[in-house]
Structure formats: structure tokens, C-alpha cells
């Protein structure tokens, strides 16, 4: 008998999916940390509540991708839609979920007139960089920079 695949949907985030963002996470990282995910999709959802995505498979969410639009950070005058944080269940990577929740986002962001789409990424992280790259996402002029701060002492 063959198997019939559930259908998927992509749809914008919704405050009651933060649960599910919290066990997604949970699956790829190992961590607990309903906290962080309550305070970071709230913020996104309180940014532009069309622009994050999520997937969902038989209506059970199985990925999300946050982000939003901002203008005049860095000095970039041009509208730039940021791609922030994503993530698939392990179970449910492969299908082109990723990419359609990126498309989403994409769309939406054209449609509120952005033509640049930036992001960060750790080169050591091998999957999410190719993730980016089949995407259409390259080296940009902008360079990324950081200082270590050194601990107080008293
Ligand atoms: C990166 C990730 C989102 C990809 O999701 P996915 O649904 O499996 O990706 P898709 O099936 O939509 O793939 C889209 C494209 O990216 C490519 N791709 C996906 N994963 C890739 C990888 N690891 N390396 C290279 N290319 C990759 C696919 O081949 C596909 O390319 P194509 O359009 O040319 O065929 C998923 O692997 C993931 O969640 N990784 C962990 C992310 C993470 O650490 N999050 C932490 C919490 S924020």
C-alpha cells in the first residue's frame, strides 16, 4: 500500500506557535528554553507579524523561520528584510520546507518594497551555510565584527 504524504502548509506566525518552536529548537539544539523563544517570537510578532513563517505538516508545525524589515540600521538607507532564525524537525528536512517558508518571506518582504535580503551565519555551520547558499544568499560587502570584552575586576 503506498503511503499518502500529509499536506504541508506555509503560514505566518501566530503567538500560539511558540510552543512548537520551543520543542522544534529543543530537537535540534537539545535545549530547553521556552523563555528565549516567548521573548524572541514575541518580538518578531510584534515587529511584523506577516513576515515570519511557519510549516506545518498534517497541521502539526514542524518549522519556523523569524524575521523582519529594517531601515537606517548600520546606515543601509534601503529597506533590507533580515532572515533570522529557522529551523526544520530533523524528521521533516529534505522536502523543500525550508525554502518555501523562505519564499513566503521573500514574497512578503517585496511586496513592502525591500530589495536586499541579509542574514548572518556561522562558516563552521556547514548545513545552515548551504542551506543559505542554494538559497542565493552570498558574500556581502558588509563585514561582520566583533571584540571580546574583558571581564571586570573589582
Ligand atoms: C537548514 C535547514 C533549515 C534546511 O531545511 P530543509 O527544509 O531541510 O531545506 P530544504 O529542503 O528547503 O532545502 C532547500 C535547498 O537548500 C539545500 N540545503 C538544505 N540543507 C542543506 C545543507 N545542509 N547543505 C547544503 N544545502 C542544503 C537543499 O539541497 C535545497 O537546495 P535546492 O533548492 O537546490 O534543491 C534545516 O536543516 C535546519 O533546521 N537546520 C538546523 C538549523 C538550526 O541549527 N537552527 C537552530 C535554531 S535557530
Redesign the pocket.
Known amino acids: 500500500m503506498t503511503q499518502v504524504e500529509s499536506p504541508s502548509r506555509v503560514r505566518p506566525l501566530d503567538e500560539l506557535d511558540i510552543g512548537s518552536i520551543v520543542k522544534i529548537?529543543e530537537r535540534?539544539?537539545g535545549i530547553y528554553r521556552p523563555e528565549v523563544w516567548e521573548e524572541r517570537a514575541g518580538y518578531y510578532l510584534r515587529r511584523d507579524p506577516d513576515a515570519s513563517q511557519v510549516v506545518e505538516i498534517g497541521g502539526k508545525v514542524v518549522?519556523f523561520m523569524l524575521g523582519d524589515i529594517r531601515i537606517g540600521e548600520f546606515g543601509l538607507e534601503e529597506p533590507s528584510g533580515w532572515i533570522e532564525?529557522?529551523?526544520?524537525d530533523p524528521d521533516?528536512?529534505?522536502?523543500?520546507?525550508?525554502?518555501?517558508m523562505f519564499e513566503a518571506m521573500s514574497a512578503h518582504f517585496r511586496a513592502q518594497g525591500v530589495t536586499t535580503l541579509r542574514t548572518l551565519v556561522d562558516r563552521q555551520?556547514?548545513?545552515?551555510a548551504?542551506?543559505l547558499?542554494?538559497?542565493g544568499f552570498e558574500s556581502s560587502r558588509l563585514q561582520a565584527l566583533e571584540m571580546r570584552l574583558p571581564t571586570a575586576t573589582s
Open positions: 529548537d535540534i539544539t518549522g532564525r529557522f529551523g526544520i521533516f528536512r529534505g522536502r523543500d520546507l525550508g525554502k518555501r555551520d556547514a548545513g545552515v548551504g542551506f547558499g542554494a538559497l
